[in-house]
């Protein structure tokens, strides 16, 4: 799976795989940088530095959020959120704002923004905002949820605007109420934004197609049509759509697609059928086969390798945890909890964080 489908879909275990060697070298370098860029871009004052902060499980104020998804429109120059724009009395202006306090998120160019732009047209187009898919040409977003379902947000940009959506209750008091059962983002913030996105291209901006990338941004890409599920260049028959591709300074392209999994891995996942491993939403979650990223799942007796039903990938058992049964009922198998080496049931209770050293676990799962 490449990211901008993790992405469209909010498939978050291919998101915390990046951590390992998609980032830095590492999981604790990854954070780091992950970290510093979150600061930078003004989402938070300071960072918690646990893994789960990568599937946002940090809270955030929604000005800052929608703050960031402008930027990303922007291509990497953040707007000052700001409630007043002019005070003038009597024809004298006393206030008015000073657009030039925009700043800019140094540290990514111009046109990885431009890219992953691109990646939430996607969300639109064919995945958890799908249901807003005719404005895919205009706006670009995502949605979120909490874990069971507290909050739900949706936040989308166009040229001009970027509109945030949260949905929730004030959980102050300390007694968390839930939304309900399927209430994510895509089912009740998206319905929400869409009349006021509406009401903006009425009233205040016009309605144009998102802007292709600044002339800047253009010199490191080059786009091109490919088919949306294998990566490959277009055929007649297959669905497509634009990708756009770094290019280094011959100008040829760097394919990033399969830099934590080969063509072949690739090719042997679609061909073999074998379901893959994602954190869902629902209550219950079922069983799965297979790995994601290389995470081994162990066999009780400790010895002997259990396989996939195609025949392919070993599974193994660790030391400890509750097991989780395969369809035939017979073998017990396991599954890691988020990819970082803490092991135990699907469905059972996850295991608190550690306030002194990276989590190891989400307290937020968010998704669709």
Known sequence: ??????????????TAHLLDGGIADNPEAS????????VEAQLYRECERFYPFVLGAQPVRPVDLAAFYASIANEGLRPSPHVIDAIELNDV???RHDPKSATTIGSIDRAAFYQLKTMLQGVLARGTARAISNLSSYVAGKTGTSDDENDAWFVGFTNDETVAVWI?????????RTLGSGSTGGHVA???FEPVIQAVWA???????LAPPSAEAKRYLSCKSINLESGEPRNRS?????????????GRIV???????SHEDESRTRSSGAARVRIREQAQPQPQWGWWGGQPLWQPSGGQPLWQPSGGQPLWQPSGGQPLRQPSGRQPLWQPWGGFGQWGAVGSAPPRANATRPSLMPRFQTSQ
């Open 1 to 14: 799976m490449t990211l901008r489908r993790a992405l469209e879909n909010s498939r978050n275990l291919a």
């Open 31 to 38: 954070l780091d940088r992950v970290c510093a860029l979150a």
């Open 93 to 95: 202006s006393l206030h």
């Open 168 to 176: 929730g209750y004030d959980n102050s008091d300390s007694k968390r």
């Open 190 to 192: 998206v319905p929400i």
């Open 203 to 209: 009233n205040v901006a016009p309605k144009t197609a």
């Open 238 to 250: 297959a669905a497509a759509i634009d990708e756009c591709f770094r290019v280094d300074v011959k």
């Open 255 to 261: 394919d990033t697609r399969t830099r934590l999994a």
